[in-house]
């Protein structure tokens, strides 16, 4: 009988269908690395999440290991080398996140734009801040995409189809045309995106190549009455850069879920300006997002064991 280790809390629709699949399953929630030793030496697959780590000593240990399931996307819990040394399939579920994500964004532009957490603030300290709470509408807007990938798309189908916006993007690799036509998305460069869009929403991996991608001087070429959304990774936005032109008013508001620091430390500058919105890295925290994440490694492992993948 296959023998799955599920070492981490995962949908319970999942490991029914485990069970189901006529599967043997052990859960243990986040095990220390010495529990997990123990675990994991007559397991076929392991499922985690962020945690436990799945070090190159747990690996080792694993003599039947042939599947590690990571129920989520990144997969830096998991030492990648020693599992393709030894033959082992590394799965995620990189689309799980996509639609919590893209909604997020969404919610993270009307709220700088309407001054939605700013009012509630302040109401909340009994001031009722009509005049100080002028918004602006999303509908019609340009909406600048950097990263066009799944998230980005989603993020642009829903500002097309539910705000009416007009979608310009900046990809180093271009959509399919089809792709484009669907959304009426229009490729740029960086340049004319920082320059032309009202608002700029970031969705590109943090890489080498998009370390501070948005810094001081691409900060200022966007254009005063715009706002930044950054849910991607903290790493892509130069922090300093961004307080200061929050602060002098080069760009009008900010909305983020992901920070170079995590957890932001609470006396952050950022914490101190009214024209942020911060959330607390939520973006794929939905129960849909946790079901859909849970759904696809199972059924990718149910595929591996079952000869289908
Ligand atoms: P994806 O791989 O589908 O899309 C990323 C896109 O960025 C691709 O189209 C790629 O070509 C493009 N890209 C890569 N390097 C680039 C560069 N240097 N310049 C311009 N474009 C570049 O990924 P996705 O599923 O859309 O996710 C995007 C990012 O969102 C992830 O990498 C992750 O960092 C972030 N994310 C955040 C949360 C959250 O909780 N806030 C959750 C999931 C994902």
Partial sequence: MVKVL?????????????RDAGFEVVYREYPSEDELIDLIRDADAVIVRSKPVVSRRVIEAAGKLKVIARAGVGLDNIDLEAARERGIEVY?????????VAELAIGLMIDVLRKISFSD?????????KKKALGRELRGKILGIIGMGRIGQAVARIAHYGFGMRIIYYDVRRCPKDVEEELRAECVDLE????TADIVTLHVPLVPATKHMINEERLRLMKKTAILINTARGGVVDTEALVKALREGWIAGAGLDVYEEEPLPADHPLTKLDNVVLTPHIGANTVEAQMRAGLEVVEKIIGFFTGKR
């Avoid at 599920?6 to 999942?14: F, G, K, W």
């Avoid at 603030?121 to 801040?129: E, I, N, T």
């Avoid at 004319?192 to 320059?195: G, I, S």
């Fill in 6 to 18: 599920v070492a981490a809390p995962i949908y319970e629709e999942a490991l029914r269908r485990l």
């Fill in 92 to 100: 995620n579920a990189p689309s799980a996140p996509t639609e919590s």
């Fill in 121 to 129: 603030r302040l109401m909340r300290r009994g001031v009722w801040a």
């Fill in 192 to 195: 004319t995106l920082l320059k």
